[in-house]
């Protein structure tokens, strides 16, 4: 799920050796530091979305589909990593947990980084992302209106956040069921810290990726990651909330 620490660990996977691009999402104000994303497969991930009507704040609901284009692109893709890389190599995408299904078909064997973050964090951070972004498109003394209109609904985006939260974790829940224990980690990024090494030694000897160690601790900042106290969000969406988030806690 976005704004759940991908980005950190996209960062650690680098520094530690692993390609994960060679063009990466550059850096905005919501993530100063960077995505740490491959654009290639960021544009991917929108073209699919598009190809649903559809956007990254997809919710509950509507099952997404593709083609056999899109298969046919998924495979340039991974076929080219494959080629530049030496079959060691990796992409952060959140997007990506809402075609599940079609990359367990182009590469049932992938393993996967799987960190969670409570869904009152992620909703008050992505709020917090967009009434900034439009602030900063559109100038209170210019064109009040937007961000008071903004502030007006804040209720129902926040809800709309929380259904996207529910979609993203729920797709993580329903995936892991299709493969192996071993071939995934589920987490919550607030013990990035105290697993940091346990997360290393997985990768690098359950997994078998050859990679140089690099503390976590040294890319961790806390500012970053933020902390929200929510009111007002809808008590059938929080119940499913919790549901998904008591599932995801049962995972060590």
Known sequence: ???SGTSLLSN?????GLDMGRYLAGATPSNVLG?????EFLEFHEKLLRHNETNLYQGEGTPLEWN???????KSLVYLKDLLSKDQWGFKQPRAALFFPLWLKIIPDAFYLLPYRHYNQIVGSL????????ARKNPAEKVPALQEDFKNRKKDIQNSYLSMWIRHNQ???DHVRHIDENQYCIFPIEEILSRGEELYDRITNDWNFNLNEIPVEKLYQKKLMGSYELEGL???????????????QKFK
């Open 171 to 173: 797709e993580v829940l």
């Open 127 to 134: 709020y917090n992302r967009e009434y900034n972004k439009l």
């Open 35 to 39: 995505h740490f994303e491959d654009i």
């Open 12 to 16: 650690w996977m680098i520094q530690c």
């Open 234 to 248: 809808d008590d059938q969406l929080v119940e499913k909330a919790n549901i998904i988030y008591d599932n995801l």
């Open 68 to 74: 056999d284009f899109h298969e046919a692109k998924a």
């Open 1 to 3: 799920m976005h704004r």
